[in-house]
Protein backbone atom coordinates (compact mmCIF):
# COMPACT_ATOMS: atom_id res chain seq x y z
CA UNK A 1 0.00 0.00 0.00
CA UNK A 2 2.98 2.68 1.07
CA UNK A 3 4.55 1.29 -2.60
CA UNK A 4 0.87 2.36 -4.25
CA UNK A 5 0.91 5.75 -2.40
CA UNK A 6 4.13 6.89 -2.70
CA UNK A 7 4.19 5.53 -7.11
CA UNK A 8 1.18 7.86 -6.98
CA UNK A 9 2.87 10.90 -5.77
CA UNK A 10 5.55 10.64 -7.68
CA UNK A 11 3.71 9.91 -11.08
CA UNK A 12 1.33 12.93 -9.49
CA UNK A 13 4.64 15.18 -9.67
CA UNK A 14 6.17 13.84 -13.01
CA UNK A 15 3.06 14.31 -14.77
CA UNK A 16 2.93 18.16 -13.66
CA UNK A 17 6.29 18.89 -14.88
CA UNK A 18 5.37 17.07 -18.05
CA UNK A 19 2.67 19.69 -18.44
CA UNK A 20 4.67 22.46 -17.43
CA UNK A 21 7.81 21.67 -19.47
CA UNK A 22 5.56 22.41 -22.43
CA UNK A 23 5.86 25.98 -21.83
CA UNK A 24 9.05 26.43 -22.05
CA UNK A 25 10.32 27.07 -25.41
CA UNK A 26 12.14 24.26 -27.64
CA UNK A 27 14.37 24.62 -30.22
CA UNK A 28 13.76 21.04 -32.19
CA UNK A 29 10.05 20.27 -33.37
CA UNK A 30 7.77 18.08 -31.32
CA UNK A 31 11.10 18.48 -28.70
CA UNK A 32 10.84 19.38 -25.19
CA UNK A 33 13.12 19.38 -22.22
CA UNK A 34 12.21 16.17 -20.63
CA UNK A 35 12.48 17.77 -16.71
CA UNK A 36 9.37 15.30 -16.00
CA UNK A 37 12.23 12.51 -16.33
CA UNK A 38 14.03 13.51 -13.20
CA UNK A 39 11.61 11.81 -11.04
CA UNK A 40 11.63 8.18 -13.27
CA UNK A 41 15.59 8.70 -12.81
CA UNK A 42 15.12 8.70 -9.44
CA UNK A 43 13.09 6.03 -9.03
CA UNK A 44 15.19 3.72 -11.63
CA UNK A 45 18.46 5.07 -9.46
CA UNK A 46 16.88 4.33 -5.82
CA UNK A 47 13.86 1.93 -5.75
CA UNK A 48 14.11 -0.14 -9.03
CA UNK A 49 13.50 -1.13 -12.98
CA UNK A 50 9.58 -1.81 -12.47
CA UNK A 51 8.66 0.67 -10.37
CA UNK A 52 10.29 3.20 -13.08
CA UNK A 53 8.80 1.71 -16.04
CA UNK A 54 5.16 2.16 -13.94
CA UNK A 55 6.05 6.19 -13.86
CA UNK A 56 7.87 6.57 -16.89
CA UNK A 57 4.70 5.08 -18.78
CA UNK A 58 1.94 6.74 -16.73
CA UNK A 59 3.79 10.03 -16.70
CA UNK A 60 3.39 9.97 -19.95
CA UNK A 61 -0.07 9.33 -21.03
CA UNK A 62 -1.55 11.31 -17.88
CA UNK A 63 0.64 14.24 -19.17
CA UNK A 64 -0.53 14.24 -22.30
CA UNK A 65 -3.97 13.29 -21.71
CA UNK A 66 -4.02 17.00 -19.92
CA UNK A 67 -1.89 19.12 -22.22
CA UNK A 68 -3.92 17.24 -24.99
CA UNK A 69 -1.45 15.56 -27.13
CA UNK A 70 -2.26 11.43 -26.28
CA UNK A 71 -1.76 9.72 -29.45
CA UNK A 72 -0.33 12.76 -30.75
CA UNK A 73 3.53 12.23 -32.71
CA UNK A 74 5.04 14.18 -29.67
CA UNK A 75 3.06 11.89 -27.36
CA UNK A 76 4.58 9.09 -29.16
CA UNK A 77 8.11 10.03 -29.33
CA UNK A 78 8.04 11.18 -26.06
CA UNK A 79 6.18 7.61 -24.76
CA UNK A 80 8.71 5.26 -26.30
CA UNK A 81 11.81 8.09 -25.61
CA UNK A 82 10.92 8.09 -21.52
CA UNK A 83 10.12 4.26 -21.08
CA UNK A 84 13.23 3.29 -23.31
CA UNK A 85 15.32 6.01 -20.58
CA UNK A 86 13.85 4.52 -17.80
CA UNK A 87 14.39 1.17 -19.13
CA UNK A 88 18.74 1.79 -19.52
CA UNK A 89 18.54 3.61 -16.14
CA UNK A 90 17.36 1.12 -14.02
CA UNK A 91 19.83 -1.06 -15.81
CA UNK A 92 22.72 0.71 -15.57
CA UNK A 93 21.32 1.28 -12.02
CA UNK A 94 22.82 -1.79 -11.09
CA UNK A 95 26.06 -1.42 -11.36
CA UNK A 96 26.49 1.70 -9.46
CA UNK A 97 26.27 4.74 -11.57
CA UNK A 98 25.85 7.84 -10.67
CA UNK A 99 23.00 10.36 -11.42
CA UNK A 100 24.89 12.27 -13.92
CA UNK A 101 26.03 9.30 -15.82
CA UNK A 102 22.83 7.63 -15.86
CA UNK A 103 20.97 10.82 -16.72
CA UNK A 104 23.77 11.04 -19.38
CA UNK A 105 22.71 7.69 -20.88
CA UNK A 106 19.22 7.61 -20.76
CA UNK A 107 18.98 11.07 -22.68
CA UNK A 108 21.17 9.66 -25.37
CA UNK A 109 18.81 6.67 -25.42
CA UNK A 110 15.68 8.65 -25.27
CA UNK A 111 16.78 11.03 -27.97
CA UNK A 112 18.08 7.72 -30.10
CA UNK A 113 14.58 6.39 -29.60
CA UNK A 114 12.57 9.26 -30.53
CA UNK A 115 13.95 9.84 -33.78
CA UNK A 116 13.12 6.21 -34.51
CA UNK A 117 10.22 6.77 -33.82
CA UNK A 118 9.37 9.64 -35.85
CA UNK A 119 11.59 8.45 -38.90
CA UNK A 120 8.61 5.84 -39.29
CA UNK A 121 6.09 8.42 -38.97
CA UNK A 122 7.47 10.57 -41.26
CA UNK A 123 9.44 7.83 -43.44
CA UNK A 124 12.58 9.31 -43.69
CA UNK A 125 15.47 8.77 -42.39
CA UNK A 126 16.33 12.49 -43.03
CA UNK A 127 15.22 12.87 -38.96
CA UNK A 128 18.35 11.94 -37.58
CA UNK A 129 20.36 15.08 -39.58
CA UNK A 130 18.61 16.74 -35.74
CA UNK A 131 20.58 13.68 -33.38
CA UNK A 132 23.35 15.86 -32.83
CA UNK A 133 21.90 18.95 -31.99
CA UNK A 134 19.70 16.53 -29.50
CA UNK A 135 22.38 15.02 -28.24
CA UNK A 136 23.65 18.59 -27.50
CA UNK A 137 20.35 19.19 -25.83
CA UNK A 138 19.76 16.63 -24.03
CA UNK A 139 23.17 16.79 -22.11
CA UNK A 140 21.90 20.03 -20.67
CA UNK A 141 18.77 18.85 -20.00
CA UNK A 142 19.95 15.39 -18.76
CA UNK A 143 22.53 17.24 -16.38
CA UNK A 144 19.83 19.47 -14.97
CA UNK A 145 17.35 15.88 -14.57
CA UNK A 146 20.44 14.85 -12.81
CA UNK A 147 20.27 17.53 -10.19
CA UNK A 148 16.83 17.54 -10.06
CA UNK A 149 16.95 13.99 -9.18
CA UNK A 150 19.91 14.15 -6.69
CA UNK A 151 18.08 16.83 -5.00
CA UNK A 152 14.56 14.67 -4.82
CA UNK A 153 15.95 11.65 -3.93
CA UNK A 154 17.66 13.24 -0.49
CA UNK A 155 14.35 14.83 0.61
CA UNK A 156 12.72 11.46 -0.34
CA UNK A 157 14.78 9.39 1.05
CA UNK A 158 16.00 11.21 4.16
CA UNK A 159 12.73 12.64 4.99
CA UNK A 160 10.05 9.79 4.42
CA UNK A 161 12.33 6.84 4.76
CA UNK A 162 10.63 5.22 7.87
CA UNK A 163 7.17 5.58 6.61
CA UNK A 164 8.01 4.19 2.75
CA UNK A 165 11.16 2.56 2.87
CA UNK A 166 12.07 -0.67 4.68
CA UNK A 167 14.77 0.32 7.57
CA UNK A 168 17.70 -2.06 6.94
CA UNK A 169 17.27 -1.84 3.02
CA UNK A 170 17.34 1.95 3.21
CA UNK A 171 20.28 1.86 5.36
CA UNK A 172 22.35 -0.62 2.98
CA UNK A 173 21.85 2.41 0.17
CA UNK A 174 20.95 -0.84 -2.68
CA UNK A 175 19.22 0.57 -5.50
CA UNK A 176 16.40 -1.74 -6.14
CA UNK A 177 13.41 -2.96 -3.83
CA UNK A 178 14.01 -0.06 -0.96
CA UNK A 179 9.80 0.38 -0.64
CA UNK A 180 8.02 -1.44 1.59
CA UNK A 181 5.05 -3.11 -0.45
Given at each position: ?24 P ?11 N ?6 A???G???A ?9 L ?7 F ?9 F??V???L??A?L ?8 S???M ?8 Q???I ?7 K ?15 G???A ?13 Y?R?F????K ?12
Open positions: MRRIALLSVLTALSSTFYVLENLLFPVPFGRWGFSSIVLMISEIFGDLIVASAKSIGALFSGRLSPSFLTGFGASAAVEFARFDFGYLLSAGSFVNNLVLIVSFLVESTTFLLFPLMVILGLVSTVNFLASRMGGIVFENSFFAQKAADEVAGDRVRS
